[in-house]
Nanobody, 124 residues
Framework: QVQLVESGGGLVQPGGSLILACTVSGFALDYFAIGWFRQGPGKEREGVSCISSGGATYYLDSVEGRFSNSRDDAKGTVYLQMNSLKPDDTGLYYC??????????????????WGQGTQVTVSS
């Protein structure tokens, strides 16, 4: 049974930080790239970040320098550190898996497995 489970979402004030985690089961994380996507109110789903099986990372321009993606294959977990959060960062955040890697156009390619999402709300 292939599963991805997101955790760590919540309510945070502007300028605050959150760490999201994506934990996988049913497959070995080692050979998969993990993408993070979000959908805010009234917005289309957009790619936030991707980390390849080799550890290369990619970021949406608007989160570059504020978000950091990392992975621990032994734990089967990928982390998204989010700093200096803004109201526009509000949305339902999903992690998704594909192989073999992100690619330079990762946000436009298909991902095979998706989690259920975790809500991030940035508001004062």
């Amino acid at each position: 049974q292939v599963q991805l489970v997101e955790s760590g979402g919540g309510l945070v004030q502007p300028g605050g930080s959150l760490i999201l985690a994506c934990t996988v089961s049913g497959f070995a994380l080692d050979y998969f790239a993990i993408g993070w996507f979000r959908q805010g109110p009234g917005k289309e789903r957009e790619g936030v970040s991707c980390i390849s099986s080799g550890g290369a990372t990619y970021y949406l321009d608007s989160v570059e320098g504020r978000f950091s993606n990392s992975r621990d294959d032994a734990k089967g977990t990928v982390y998204l550190q989010m700093n200096s959060l803004k109201p526009d960062d509000t949305g339902l955040y999903y992690c998704a898996a594909r192989s073999p890697g992100c690619g330079e156009t990762w946000s436009s390619v298909s991902f095979d497995y998706w989690g259920q999402g975790t809500q991030v709300t940035v508001s004062s």
